[in-house]
């Protein structure tokens, strides 16, 4: 018999798993690779988990062909995290950050100007959350 956090571990896997449309299967394994191996920093690294069956490709590829039903995914994360009061996985607790850039490339007296990365690549700007 499972402990209840195992089956809560797995019931909240599933229920995401049902959100993804495509190749969840695939998604599901880049998913454990990167919370497995948070220092990986690419796609080659992530491969080389011992959670990722597929080669680096498959990553790019499985990101590509999968949709993520934000809708029900969002709500389900909500609930989850409120149910737990935080979500803790082996001990760590997990936050969702929103660390967005912001271009400020004429604004030479923000202190914590840099170069932020974003979609649209390096630009000069602070990043804010």
Do not use: C, W
């Not at 690779?33 to 080389?48: D, M, N, Q």
């Not at 004429?106 to 000069?124: F, L």
Request: no cysteine.
């Amino acid at each position: 018999m499972k402990k209840e956090p195992e089956q809560k571990l797995n019931q909240f896997r599933d229920e995401i798993y049902q959100t993804l449309q495509g190749a969840r299967d695939a998604v599901f394994e880049i998913i454990d690779a990167i919370t497995t191996s948070p220092l990986a920093r690419s796609a080659v690294e992530v491969s080389l988990s011992p959670h990722m069956e597929r080669t680096y490709s498959s990553v790019y590829k499985g990101l590509q062909r999968t949709k993520l039903e934000a809708d029900q995914l969002r709500p389900l994360l909500v609930r989850y995290a409120e149910s737990q009061g935080e979500l803790v996985i082996e001990g760590a607790a997990v936050y969702a950050l929103d660390h967005s850039p912001y271009p400020r490339k004429h604004a030479p007296t923000v202190s914590d100007r840099g170069t932020v990365h974003g979609a649209d690549g390096q630009v000069i700007g602070h990043h804010y959350s």
